[in-house]
């Protein structure tokens, strides 16, 4: 070993090529910007979206229809996913924390018990929303449906 064959462990230098630091650097100059133009200005930044003057995409699609900011969106569930829930789980009380634990809804879901499907099994539910076919069907069996 000399000095003709030394050099650092691998991986220990991580040094980016400096642009903009003069000829010897192979960077002088435009210093990787090109010539001319917005983008070899400092403080340039390009518009989200901007497609090179081209029209672009979001003013392109035609827009139609109409979105409420105020709409309450419910997480429905049908009786019968209930009747399934409390047969594998043997239990008589369905509330949101039972429906999360299951994976049938999410912890920010509001929840709307729906009609559909055959109820068996009498049981006290508590949802956000009930149908109106889905608290007769509850209550037909002597079961509560409870608004949260």
Do not use: C, W
Not at 16 to 34: A, D, L, M, N, W
Not at 71 to 90: C, D, F, H, M, P
């Amino acid at each position: 070993m000399d000095l003709s064959n030394l050099k650092p462990a691998e991986g220990s230098i991580k040094r980016e090529k400096r642009i903009g630091r003069g000829q010897g650097s192979g960077h002088g100059g435009t210093s990787t910007r090109g010539h001319k133009g917005a983008k070899s200005r400092s403080g340039y930044s390009r518009k989200i979206g901007f497609e090179g003057g081209q029209m672009p995409l979001q003013r392109r699609v035609p827009k139609f229809g109409f979105n409420n900011k105020n709409r309450v969106e419910y997480k429905g569930i049908n009786i019968s996913t209930l009747q399934n829930l409390a047969e594998k789980n043997n239990v008589s009380e369905i509330d949101v924390q039972t429906l999360i634990n299951a994976g049938l809804a999410a912890k920010s879901d509001l929840i709307k018990i729906l009609g559909k499907g055959e109820l068996k099994t009498k049981l006290i539910v508590k949802a956000h929303a009930f149908s109106k076919s889905a608290q007769a069907a509850i209550e037909s069996l002597q079961g509560t449906a409870e608004k949260i």
